[in-house]
Nanobody, 115 residues
Framework: QVQLVESGGGLVQAGGSLRLSCAASGSIFSISAMGWYRQAPGKRRELVATITTGVMTKYADSVQGRFTISRDYAKNTVYLQMNTLKPDDTAVYYC?????????WGQGTQVTVSS
């Protein structure tokens, strides 16, 4: 059974940085693209970053140039490095396969960016 656990969120000032981690219970990264999603207050959940099994990456326009997704196969972990954070980045961040699988949503990790 796949379990994904997010961590690394917190409260930061605008312009600051955070590094999120997504630890997987198994070797899901070897067979599926992985992504970071977020849901901001009053908004729908959106996919912000994707990394394929070939380590190719894609980003939503809202985060491109500021966020970097990466993976460590040995640690079975996906990361999201977030730089130059903006208040609009405030959201609960989740990891999941891409496209998402409803069985895999975890608790997420809260990111709050203050002005």
């Amino acid at each position: 059974q796949v379990q994904l656990v997010e961590s690394g969120g917190g409260l930061v000032q605008a312009g600051g940085s955070l590094r999120l981690s997504c630890a997987a219970s198994g070797s899901i990264f070897s067979i599926s693209a992985m992504g970071w999603y977020r849901q901001a207050p009053g908004k729908r959940r959106e996919l912000v970053a994707t990394i394929t099994t070939g380590v190719m990456t894609k980003y939503a326009d809202s985060v491109q140039g500021r966020f970097t997704i990466s993976r460590d196969y040995a640690k079975n972990t996906v990361y999201l490095q977030m730089n130059t954070l903006k208040p609009d980045d405030t959201a609960v961040y989740y990891c999941n396969v891409v496209p998402s699988d409803s069985r895999f949503w975890g608790q997420g990790t809260q990111v709050t960016v203050s002005s």
